[in-house]
């Protein structure tokens, strides 16, 4: 793929990162909310033409006998000329999140946003420790700095299902603008 080409995740193209990884079976994320939510990843893409910007979708799965995050096999959307995001969006992959109450693993900012069922941004991820964020010293590496984390729930608004993050190389102090743009691309 040529630099400034745009990508789209599609679930049936992402490698599996873990072994035996099954759908949370109470959370999991039907094919059509899957497609609903591509959709509105593509819709935010267009909004979003001129930012460096990775959107990805987290959502929980069971590894052996606990839930974690993963981003793995979920949709996600890369902006143009995203070189670094695109490394980080390859990194996360590599990532999980506990979610279960009594895991003892890293929550990271997908752990935390997923469990709290609460939005949480930073003007700079850089600035988070490595126990808060895990990804940290990668995000120094591919200069990965403005992050927002919003959970989505199932249509009913009584369970969260996963979370979107949104991952920028400048730093933010407002997201009012993606925001917005999500409240938008939702529908």
Not at 1 to 29: A, C, I, K, W
Not at 37 to 48: C, D, G, S, V
Not at 69 to 78: A, G, K, N, R, Y
Not at 99 to 128: C, I, M
Request: charged share 20%; glycine share 6%.
């Amino acid at each position: 793929m040529s630099q400034g080409e745009e990508e789209y995740g599609d679930v049936n193209q992402l490698p599996t990162t873990f072994l035996g990884v099954t759908p949370l079976d109470n959370l999991h994320l039907s094919r059509i909310v899957k497609e609903r939510i591509t959709q509105a990843l593509r819709y935010f893409k267009e909004l979003n033409k001129q930012n460096q910007i990775l959107v990805q979708l987290w959502a929980p799965v069971k590894v052996r006998n606990c839930y974690v995050l993963s981003t793995s096999e979920q949709p996600f959307v890369l902006g143009p000329y995203s070189n670094g995001l695109k490394q980080y969006r390859a990194v996360s992959l590599l990532y999980s999140f506990a979610v279960d109450g009594d895991s003892k693993g890293a929550l990271g900012l997908p752990g935390h946003v997923f469990r709290q069922k609460l939005s949480e941004w930073t003007p700079n991820v850089q600035y988070y420790t490595s126990k808060e964020e895990p990804r940290v010293h990668h995000a120094e590496k591919y200069d990965v700095r403005g992050t927002l984390a919003l959970p989505v729930f199932e249509p009913s608004g009584q369970s969260c299902i996963g979370l979107l993050e949104l991952v920028m190389t400048s730093q933010e102090i407002s997201y009012a603008s993606e925001i917005n743009n999500v409240r938008k691309a939702r529908g």
